[in-house]
T-cell receptor, first 116, second 115 residues
Framework: AQKVTQAQTEISVVEKEDVTLDCVYETRDTTYYLFWYKQPPSGELVFLIRRNSFDEQNEISGRYSWNFQKSTSSFNFTITASQVVDSAVYFCALSEASVGAQKLVFGQGTRLTINP | EAGVAQSPRYKIIEKRQSVAFWCNPISGHATLYWYQQILGQGPKLLIQ????????DSQLPKDRFSAERLKGVDSTLKIQPAKLEDSAVYLCASSLELAGGYEQFFGPGTRLTVL
């Protein structure tokens, strides 16, 4: 069975600090996809990134970066120079690659608070 | 491009009452999902449609929950009768295709409170 674990329930940092959100996953599939979503106070889930299991290159998008390591089944998310607007709940999710089985399995989420 | 629309945004009912939620996916998206998000947890898939057919409803409590997607566009999720533990946010999402890896776009959700 698929499982996603986000061990950090809540993180609080001061603005401009760097912060890393951890994500560990379990799956027996060899082909799968990993996602990060942001859920601001408004409640709508916002897509941040998708990674497939064959692409272990790290990715950087502005202040956001992602580190995918198959050897440790981890897909961690780092925000550099955090801002108050980054405050939200962040979810890591996993889906199978096969047609007809694309449901997202989410972690419990990490509530990130950036204090001014 | 319009996003996923859901209504109502909020609903308060008493236990044993019925309730229905509506979702309109992004135009052209063949796949539609309903998720349940209990406070403090990640969303959990309830049911997944491809056009108007059910792909996965293994986690839908079928004794009280039902969903349909007539004509392969809009969808309705119903709870009858509601229980206290059904209090949650119900999220609708859609994606272009059923194949793995397609981004799911989420609506704003319906927050249900069962008293």
């Amino acid at each position: 069975a698929q499982k996603v674990t986000q061990a950090q329930t809540e993180i609080s940092v001061v603005e401009k600090e760097d912060v890393t959100l951890d994500c560990v996953y379990e799956t027996r599939d060899t082909t799968y996809y990993l996602f990060w979503y942001k859920q601001p106070p408004s409640g709508e889930l916002v897509f941040l990134i998708r990674r497939n299991s064959f692409d272990e290159q790290n990715e950087i998008s502005g202040r956001y970066s992602w580190n995918f390591q198959k050897s440790t089944s981890s897909f961690n998310f780092t925000i550099t120079a955090s801002q108050v607007v980054d405050s939200a709940v962040y979810f890591c999710a996993l889906s199978e690659a096969s047609v007809g089985a694309q449901k997202l399995v989410f972690g419990q989420g990490t509530r990130l608070t950036i204090n001014p | 491009e319009a996003g996923v629309a859901q209504s109502p945004r909020y609903k308060i009912i008493e236990k044993r009452q019925s309730v229905a939620f509506w979702c309109n996916p992004i135009s052209g998206h063949a796949t539609l999902y309903w998720y349940q998000q209990i406070l403090g947890q990640g969303p959990k898939l309830l049911i997944q449609f491809q056009n108007n057919g059910v792909v996965d409803d293994s986690q839908l409590p079928k004794d009280r929950f039902s969903a349909e997607r007539l004509k392969g566009v809009d969808s309705t999720l119903k709870i009858q009768p509601a229980k206290l533990e059904d209090s949650a946010v119900y999220l609708c999402a859609s994606s272009l295709e059923l194949a793995g890896g397609y981004e799911q776009f989420f609506g704003p959700g319906t927050r249900l409170t069962v008293l």
